[in-house]
Structures are given as C-alpha cells and as structure tokens.
C-alpha cells in the first residue's frame, strides 16, 4: 500500500488517498512491464511497408541486348534488383507484427507499472470546476504550484473528460490526457509526472483492480 498526498488548486495539502494494487512479485515485475511495453509498441506498429520484387516491377519483359558478343555482362532484364529502377531484395512486404499476453498479465503490468510511480504522482482535488472556460495558462500555473517544473512529460488521468479541461491540456506541449479506464503501461512509464484525482484513483481500482 501507497499513501499519496491531496493537494487542492492552490497546492496546499488537504489530505492523504491510499492507492493499494495487487502488484507483481519483485523479482518479476520488470520482466512483466517490459513483455508488456513491448506488446503494445509491437501492436500500435502498422505493419504496411511495402517493397516491390523483380516480378512485380512494371516492364522488364524484354532482354536487354544480345547475350554474347557486346562485351557487356549478361542481362536478362532491365528490373533485376542489381539495376536502378528494379525490383528489391528481401525488401519489407505488409505483416502482423501483433504480440499476444493473457488479460490477467496486462492487468498486473498496468497496475505494477503504476503502482511504481506513486512518488512520481500527484494527486489533485477535482479541478474541473475551476474552468468556467477553455485556458491553458491557468493550466500551466496549477502544474507550477503542485511542483512540476516546466517542459516536463505529464499524463493527466480523470475519471471524466470535461471539455474545458481538455481544451486548456491540448495545447500544452508534452502534457497528455487519458481516461482513468484507457490506461497503458507506455504513458504511465513514459511520463516524468502523472497528474490524477481521488476519484479518478478509485475508478482505476474499480476497473483493474481484482
């Protein structure tokens, strides 16, 4: 179990939130965030890259010259890959670059993941209704006061996505905002702090917890 410390739009401390996760064993926990982080850069990957072979490539039906006498090497075709213009050796045809790991394992890297960066967490009171409208600046000042230093990597995690707060988050650069129910092991790692709320912290143990 973790206690993380309630601070309010001004900064100040207004209390303490325990954030207690069935977590991985020690001695597994970085094999287990690792499998996961690379399951999920592995799955966001496309896989469309395409290259075309010597068969594939338009024209080079007809052989190039004679095969003896003109002193050059043979040629059969204008598109061997050895030629500009033909076709690729090996080259990268589209393929399933997908990983598979059981939904229990995902769950225990995410909670071990984020359980691991508690110190790096800053639990906030509900601020939403501090935007009566759209304003990045009251954003980066609220960031200053709960102590993190500027140009820093920020997740904010909310149990709902108010638009005021979306609006003043997006034009903020290196500073990202997700749904306490769409976490991932690469942005909770990724970030230097993680910006959340008690309610979004027991929206988190209602989804992933156990």
């Known amino acids: 179990m973790a206690n993380c410390v309630v601070r ?9 939130v325990s954030l207690d996760l ?4 020690e001695e597994n926990a970085q094999h287990i965030v ?12 496309q ?6 072979t010597r068969a594939e490539v338009r024209g080079g039906g007809r052989k190039p010259w004679r095969q003896k006498g ?18 690729v050796i090996f080259g990268p045809k589209p393929r399933d670059f997908s990983l598979k790991m059981n939904r229990k394992e995902r769950r225990l890297a995410l909670r071990t993941a984020l359980q691991s960066r508690v110190e790096d967490t800053i639990v906030a009171e509900g601020f939403a209704d501090n935007f009566s409208r759209p304003s990045t600046k009251e954003l980066v000042s609220a960031f200053g006061r709960w102590g993190i ?9 909310l149990d709902e996505a108010p638009e005021n707060v979306v609006l003043s988050a997006r034009n903020i650069e290196r500073v990202k905002l997700i749904r306490a129910d769409q976490l991932n092991v690469f942005d909770l790692l990724h970030a230097d702090f993680i910006v959340t709320t008690a309610s979004s912290l027991d929206k988190i143990k209602e989804v992933y917890g156990e």
């Open 34 to 45: 690792h499998r996961a982080v690379i399951r999920q850069l592995h799955n966001s990957r």
């Open 8 to 16: 309010n739009w001004e900064g100040a401390e207004v209390g303490n």
């Open 149 to 157: 230093e500027a140009g820093s990597k920020v997740l904010v995690i």
């Open 70 to 87: 003109t002193g050059r090497a043979r040629a059969g075709s204008s598109r061997s890959p050895l030629w500009r213009g033909g076709g």
């Open 22 to 25: 069935k977590v991985a064993k």
């Open 47 to 52: 896989g469309t890259a395409s290259t075309k």
